[in-house]
């Protein structure tokens, strides 16, 4: 799955964690980088994966926790985060329709990494608090 999500056919990525033996590992760490780096480049990105792991959300209680997107910016990331598969739209059949965003099991796993860079974050913020 890696090897085609990041462009590059390297079944041993998986096999070994990313560590690869030979001469294409750099091409592959560089492309996992690179779609990291877009990833999170987004600005919005964040706030809609934090909000969501709180639980299921309609479309205005995103809005309302995120208060500096606009709703056509909402909605735009919250399409390419379901192309992307973090998050799923589950629609109601109820009137008028009701529509629920919800992370996949991925989205779920990227507490993880929301984690880790809270804990890098703060650390940073001591060093160079303490470096002033």
């Not at 994966?49 to 909605?75: H, V």
Request: aromatic share 8%.
């Amino acid at each position: 799955m890696l090897d085609f999500v990041f462009g590059v056919h390297c079944p041993q990525a998986v096999k070994h964690r990313y560590k690869v033996v030979g001469g294409r590992s750099g091409q592959f760490a560089q492309r996992v980088a690179a779609f990291v780096s877009d990833q999170l480049r987004n600005v919005a990105l964040l706030p809609i994966i934090a909000s969501l792991l709180f639980g299921k959300k309609r479309f205005s209680e995103l809005e309302k926790e995120i208060p500096k997107i606009t709703p056509r910016m909402l909605s735009k990331e919250l399409r390419d985060l379901e192309a992307n598969g973090m998050v799923r739209r589950v629609v109601h059949d109820t009137v008028p329709v009701t529509i629920i965003y919800e992370l996949t099991e991925s989205g779920q796993s990227f507490r993880k990494v929301l984690e880790v860079m809270l804990e890098w974050g703060m650390e940073h913020r001591k060093r160079v608090m303490g470096a002033s």
